[in-house]
């Protein structure tokens, strides 16, 4: 089974290193569409990891909602269609978590099941992470949040129209 997992980012120096240790840890490849106009060491920070696939692009006019579905909608066509089995959408702050996640998405997919919403979650924290380890395990406070279930999990195979929030 083959697992890409799709960001868009802009400015996320401070939380990248929890979000590529987190993905690195089951994804075959971490495709990141970065805005060019990203000011830190975001670009620096995804280069130096081996599993990350990089595309530059420019958001004209500003960051936003509607831009960001679009390109969530391109990006899984153009990179991983045909290639990968399942693709995991995410901000650099959302952590798609479970226990044997590649074993739990097999056995979903060996049932039919090609689109998964997740459950979302807030977690609070009273200071920033500063761990070299998983946010999870620093950050492990958090409260149940339907506002944030969102479909983080397709079968790149499907035409998904997206729209604001996935």
Known sequence: MILHVISIMRNEEAFLPYFLRH?????DKIIVLLDITSTDKT??????????EL???????????????LFHEMAYKKYSRGIADWTIHVDSDEFVYKTEIR???????????????????????????????????ESDKGVRST??????????GLDVKWKRGR
């Open 147 to 156: 506002l944030h279930d969102k479909v983080n999990i397709i079968d790149p």
């Open 103 to 137: 074993q739990a998405l097999e056995a979903l997919r060996s049932r039919g099941i090609q689109i998964i919403k997740c459950a979302g979650y807030v977690m609070i924290s009273e200071v920033f992470p500063t761990t070299t380890g998983q946010v999870y395990e």
């Open 23 to 27: 993905y690195s840890t089951f994804a």
């Open 43 to 52: 670009r620096e920070i995804l280069l130096a990891n081996p599993l990350v």
């Open 55 to 69: 595309h530059e692009i420019n958001f004209d006019n500003g960051f936003n909602e509607e831009d960001v579905s």
